[in-house]
């Protein structure tokens, strides 16, 4: 059976590629939307390259030859931007194009830093995105106007955005359930080996230390609060123990890690949570008493809407005892 019905024309999905973007999230979409998987059906789009036609140099060294040239991009369906390097000044012809894609009515798409390139073109402000979770705190300080939901795979609000790597492909399949339906997106994910649905708002697996290195004024802090969890942590308390006012601790959290001291507290449990049942078949109900919680019932309740699976899940895929 073919994948979706023959069309006269197939939708355009322009890929802007500049160098230092890496391979795996440029095939990605390559693959996905452009691979015919199916001898009755055409490729369910129409997928090109854009950007310097003289050759892009991706990262590890393969060298790239775009088939339009960047500006082609305004004349797409779908503008699809891989991963860019956030932490280097983004391509400025490459901003330029994808406000004109935009302004012409383009469906704008960001796999993994991408999203750093439609923030910079202005696109994403008063949205929510998601990016990788590594790059969240970045993303915070230098695009404050997004709402950014660094636990998402990814997220569509009218600008479609994902998380690191492998969630590209779940967008990809988003995108084909969009357009051509359920079955289409079945079939894909069939012929890549991967599920065919998870849902945006799955939690990104993360590492467990949620501080960021630039926060080196909290090691104190963690470190008497990791030797406190059991007792009534309040923001007084902390202040008094980094010896500021609520009002300066308040202030250091939200320019250093754009977050509360109390929502600190509370990643940190997760944390310490995540490490024993990564590292220790203790039970979920001793683990959340060494966390820090009151309740077992609420340990799982706030476990699983934090990271996106219960606990008891999360070490069977995690834990190295388990393996």
Known sequence: MAIVEAHTTKPTVAIPVVDGMTLFEVGMPLEALGYDWDHDASPLYDVVLCGDLRGVRVHGGPRLMPQRPMSALAEADTVLVPAVRPDESISATLVRELRRAAEAGARMVALCTGAFALAEAGLLDGRRATTHWRWAELFRRTHPGVELDPRAIYVDDG???????????DLCLHLIRTDHGQHAANTIARNLVIASHRDGDQAQYVAADPLTEQAHWLDELRTWLRANLHGDITLERLAATAAVSPRTLARRFQRDLATTPMRWV???????????????DLSIDRVSHEAGYYSPVTFRAGFT???GVSPGRYRSRFSARAS
Do not use: D, F, Q
């Open 159 to 169: 600008v479609l955005t994902s998380a690191g790597s492998a969630a590209g492909l």
């Open 266 to 280: 509370g990643a940190e449990r997760i944390a310490v949570a995540k490490t024993l049942l990564e590292t220790t």
């Open 305 to 307: 809407a934090e990271v």
